[in-house]
């Protein structure tokens, strides 16, 4: 049991800053929350200075690529990916994904994040990565149409034998690249797949004008009713991007069992355009964060992300209430957990012990103003002290436990450096 | 005398980084850039996995503005400022303003800015205030058409012969707050003492589309054509903002003497809208960038802000090349030196020793594909280990020399809590 002593906490359905008070975690939960409790052999963590709020949920990322971190950049979306990533990407080994994904998850682990959503390769080593850090989230092949379907079909069900509910925080998910390198009819049967097994499905949805004006001309239709009309939706889904939508995707996607995932930074950096998030959100709340991967974004900070939703999201609509700190903490936490893995991580008894202690103690944070306020604009992500997943301790004054960062990074410098 | 063994440092001009080399430091100047330097009685600083880089110089702030962090957000522009800023802001005296500003240079100094351009009050206390950290900067009192004219120009008068000039590293300017306040009579005034002292001239400038309409409403001409016509640009200007210009307005900023401080975060959250970056550097590079004030940026950090202008140029006009990595740290060190200071801060034997070590060894930096690139798309700030102004050592280890951070802390808590 761990149990943390004089504590303040963000209630995010609330949007108020609670306490402090005692809170005493059991298992993966919050069993209690209370004046002065006393727990005889539970771990205890000083709350004093201290802020408590839910883990964030980094719904759209491709761990591995922390690799290509500032390797090309200020490119052509196609000439960054044809000329520099893919070529790369062909070269990764089993053994680099597992190196690269590590890296990755220690930095996110040491921005607060406690959740991700994966689309790579290799991903029976990023489950080994996953399950080494103590990390929850959903893993999948990004699945296009070559000569590999087969194979890959064969591997996806061995790995739903082997990995699938991996220590009760990992799940196996679908996901179909995108619709322009999928096609309809293999789009088809990875939904079916996931039908079959029941598995979320992830993929890259209208992330770029030409990706949409090329599904128009294909298919007289966007990505979005392209998905609605081959039962995508049948399964719950994870619509990365969604940069160019039409009112009536817009419709659909409310409509349906979808989340989307924002990547602004990936959007804005990629020069792709600024979503519009005024526009989905007043259609009710199915959003979420993601950062998308370390070789566009070039961060894995989700405290970075939130400020980002926000500003993009009042710079696009010109109007600044959109997008309040409040709401963007309920898209990074309590949105994503629900939709995702049916859990509530609101601080409350019997919520999901997914939660990070932030160090207030930080000019940046000063004065305390807003806590919610300051989570949201005035956050680094360096001030994240504690991170605890499944009401186990992953990090500890900033330390990861058991983990071995220094190799982490040598391992990974090695790869890029004989690739 | 300073001597960094054994450095890696970026060359601005030429974005490269180079080295290991041994620098040292003389005075206010770097003196020699060698291998294996050996000088008796300098002070050593092991370089190794650092790199070293001129200090950032945030070119518009509201200094004291630290105090209403977090405040009050998520609110339209003349709300915030009527009902929320500035009933609280005729509240402040002299000594809260000398506080809060201590609070941000803090902020300033942790995360790599040497230099900053403050539009405030009570700037003798702001004086006070940088000379005790160390910091050089322009100082100026924001200017507007009210009662207190006469005062105001005595005071400046005053703070003149006590202030310009202090310890050599900060100077006053003359800042007329903007056209919606001053009117073009106090404006003309205002530019007329800025030659009679021969001070640079520093204002806000077409912020807002509301600004820019009524100007011409008013005025039949553009906020930036009223400027030239009155002869502002006859002393150095520093022209805050500029998200609402027109074609004919980038070119008067080109052709004449002025300096554009691009506040990106701060439009974007105010919801004023984005500025046409890619158009202004096709004009010419008069270009550098500013936090704006704490209350809603509602941080102090160049590097989010040199991420922010990048993403910003690049999604604005849907092109990924604009604002490479090297134009950005040219924006944020050497071109506001050399305009407002007539300084070089380029690493070079000669140039000016205001300078900052990053630490490299932070996994968000690695692998270490690109310096140049992680300097603007991945650092959080807090990499951040060492600054020196003007051949002094600031702080160290992330320690500011001199000052008590939690006394300043408790004195703007204070400062809020009974406003």
Redesign the interface.
């Known amino acids: 049991m761990i149990l943390i002593k004089n504590i303040k906490y963000i209630d995010v359905e609330e949007s108020i800053v609670k306490g402090p008070s005692d809170i005493l975690i059991d298992g993966n939960r919050v069993k209690k929350i209370a004046d002065n409790i006393e727990q005889a052999g539970a771990y205890v963590i000083d709350g004093a200075d201290k802020l408590l709020m839910p883990g964030l949920f980094n719904t759209h990322n491709h761990v591995a690529m922390?690799?290509?971190?500032?390797?090309a950049?200020?490119?052509?979306?196609m000439d960054?990916l044809q000329n520099k990533i893919w070529p790369l990407e062909s070269k990764l080994t089993a053994e680099d994904i597992y190196w690269a994904s590590l890296?990755t998850f220690?930095?996110l682990v040491?921005?607060g994040t406690t959740a991700f959503n994966d689309m790579y390769m290799f991903c029976e080593r990023v489950f080994d990565a996953a399950s080494e850090i103590g990390m929850r989230g959903l893993i999948a092949r990004g699945m296009t149409n070559d000569a590999f379907n087969k194979e890959r079909e064969a591997n996806i069900r061995d790995m739903y034998e082997k990995y699938h509910q991996k220590d009760g925080l990992l799940r196996l998910a679908i996901a179909p690249h995108a619709i322009y390198t999928t096609g309809l009819d293999y789009l088809k049967s990875c939904i079916d797949l996931a039908k079959e097994l029941d598995l979320i499905i992830h993929t890259h949805a209208s992330e770029t004008l030409t990706e949409v004006n090329n599904s128009y001309k294909e298919y007289r239709k966007s990505p979005i009713k392209i998905f609605k009309e081959l039962g995508m939706f049948d399964q719950k889904t994870i619509l990365a991007h969604c940069v160019h939508l039409s009112e009536e995707d817009m419709d659909i996607i409310a409509k349906n069992n979808a989340l989307v995932s924002l990547n602004v930074?990936s959007?804005?950096?990629?020069?792709?355009?600024?979503p519009d998030i005024k526009n989905m959100f007043v259609r009710g709340d199915k959003l979420s964060i993601g950062t998308d991967g370390a070789s566009s974004?070039?961060?894995?900070?989700m405290f970075?992300e939130m400020?980002?939703v926000?500003?993009?999201a009042?710079?696009r609509?010109?109007?600044?209430?959109?997008?309040?700190?409040g709401e963007v903490l309920k898209l990074a936490t309590i949105n994503p957990y629900k939709y995702i893995f049916d859990e509530d991580v609101n601080i409350s008894e019997g919520s999901l012990a997914d939660l990070i202690l932030i160090n207030l103690d930080n000019?940046?944070l000063?004065?305390?103003?807003?806590?919610i306020?300051?989570m949201v604009?005035?956050m680094?992500?360096?001030e994240v002290d504690t991170t605890i997943i499944n009401g186990k301790i992953i990090m500890e004054n900033k330390k990861i436990k058991g983990i071995d960062?220094d190799l982490?990074?040598r391992k990974?410098?090695e790869?890029?450096k004989n690739i």
Chains 1, 2 share one sequence.
Do not use: C, H
């Open positions: 922390s690799v290509f971190r500032n390797y950049d200020d490119m052509e979306l960054w890296l220690i930095e040491k921005t930074s959007n804005m950096k990629l020069a792709s355009g600024i974004n070039n961060m894995q900070n970075t400020r980002a926000s500003l993009a009042k710079a609509s010109l109007d600044p209430k959109v997008m309040s700190a000019t940046n000063k004065p305390q103003n807003n806590l306020s300051a604009y005035s680094n992500g360096s960062e982490v990074v990974v410098e790869i890029i």
